[in-house]
């Protein structure tokens, strides 16, 4: 069976999730990772039993890799997915896909003349019941959507997240390196779910932000977003960072038709009623389940999987840069919305990193 040889960039908090899931990917061969922390790179390499690189453009020279998956702090997305493509690389990059939609924009210019994969990491739409749900929306079981609501409510402290060391100070919290901050950093699974769920097409959007609990970073700590997907029905999401005690934090998806409902908490459908009486097999949302949904490496290796797949199949990959956009433009239009006091239409004709 043939395999493909795969790169990790960035060995930090995720980049981890991505070696250990990649060495579990049928098909897939872990051969090098790199990061500029060459301690760090040293390690992990000996750990795994694979090449060790200080440079991208080491790693990019190596004929054996094929794939190279990115999860470098997000403001090198797009420069490192561009640059791996130039050397005829496939790229699995991390949300958000870049931190300005022209980057993201070129990235899937440079897949498509390049002739490569260019896929978008979006782990939670993976999970067991996310996709059951979905199933159950496009066999119609929920009737027409009419609302579909999101509300991520977690917690991320100054002291321990965003100036945690000097890595973490050197890009979070910051406009310029991470994008933005709650909305963009972690509240984009669920932008991305809601877009996905709902039929994969907004058409516009009304956001507001603020900074409320967190003085010393620069991006949002909370942002809240209304918006219409195309075909008139409705969405919102709020996402945040400020929520206390840390035990109360959780996350939710309302999915809402004319002929029933759904409710995902965390990772678990909690509730589905249909006017027909679907009888799904909704399971109890244990306690466990209360646990934020920041590494889940299983569901990196089942997304993982798939990417392979589609490789060795030559098909698609399952989320192209096409679908990783979708999710950056309706923030970037939450985000000018906020700023300008206006209703933002789709596709956004401006960019912005404010
Ligand atoms: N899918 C998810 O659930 C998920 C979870 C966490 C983070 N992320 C995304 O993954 C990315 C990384 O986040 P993190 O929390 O792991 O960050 P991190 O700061 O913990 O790790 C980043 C790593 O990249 C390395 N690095 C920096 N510049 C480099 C370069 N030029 N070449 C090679 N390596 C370099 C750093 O030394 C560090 O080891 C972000 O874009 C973030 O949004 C996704």
């Given amino acids: 069976m043939r395999e493909i040889g795969v790169g990790v960039v960035g060995l930090g908090n995720i980049g ?12 897939a061969k872990l051969v090098a990772v790199v990061d500029t922390l060459r301690e760090r790179a040293d390690s992990i390499a000996k750990m795994y039993g ?5 440079t991208l453009e080491d790693l990019l020279r190596d004929s054996e890799i094929e794939l ?12 490192q997915a561009i640059y791996a493509m130039e050397y005829g690389k496939h790229v699995i990059v991390e949300k958000p ?15 498509r003349k390049n002739g490569v994969k260019l ?7 993976f999970a067991d019941d996310v996709q059951y749900l979905k199933k159950l929306i496009d066999e119609g079981a929920l ?12 917690w991320r402290s100054e002291k321990d997240y965003y100036f945690k060391d000097e890595l973490a100070r050197s890009w979070r919290g910051l406009w310029l390196t991470e994008g933005g901050g709650a909305i963009t950093n972690q509240g984009i699974h669920y932008v991305d779910l809601l877009i996905w769920l709902g039929g994969g097409r907004v058409e516009e959007v009304i956001g507001l932000i603020d900074r409320l609990t967190h003085p010393n970073i620069e991006v949002e700590d909370i942002a809240l977003g209304m918006f219409r997907y195309m075909g008139g029905h409705l969405g919102n999401i709020v996402a945040t960072v400020s929520v206390q005690p840390q035990d109360a934090q959780y996350t939710k998806i309302k999915v809402f038709g004319d002929e029933g409902y759904a409710e995902i908490h965390d990772r678990n459908l909690a509730v589905l009623k249909t006017v027909k009486g679907v009888e799904a097999g909704v399971k109890k949302v244990e306690e466990g389940a209360k646990e934020t949904l920041r590494q889940p490496p299983t569901l990196h ?18 989320i192209p840069g096409e ?9 970037k239009a939450i985000y000018l919305s906020s700023k300008l006091g206006q209703r933002m239409k789709l596709p956004l004709d401006i960019d912005m990193v404010i």
């Fill in 16 to 27: 981890v999730t991505h070696v250990r899931a990649f060495m579990n990917v049928k098909g």
């Fill in 323 to 331: 679908e990783g956009i979708k999710s950056l433009e309706v923030i």
């Fill in 301 to 318: 290796q089942k997304m993982f999987q798939s990417f392979v797949d589609a490789l060795l199949e030559d098909r698609d990959f399952p």
């Fill in 68 to 79: 190279v998956s990115i999860a470098t702090p997000s403001y090198l997305h797009a420069p």
């Fill in 143 to 154: 009737g027409k959507l009419f609302f579909l609501s999101a509300e991520m409510m977690w």
């Fill in 97 to 111: 896909m870049d931190i300005t939609l022209r980057g993201a924009k070129t990235m899937i210019e440079r897949a």
């Fill in 50 to 54: 694979v090449k060790s690189y200080y």
């Fill in 119 to 125: 896929g978008v990491v979006f782990q939670q739409r």
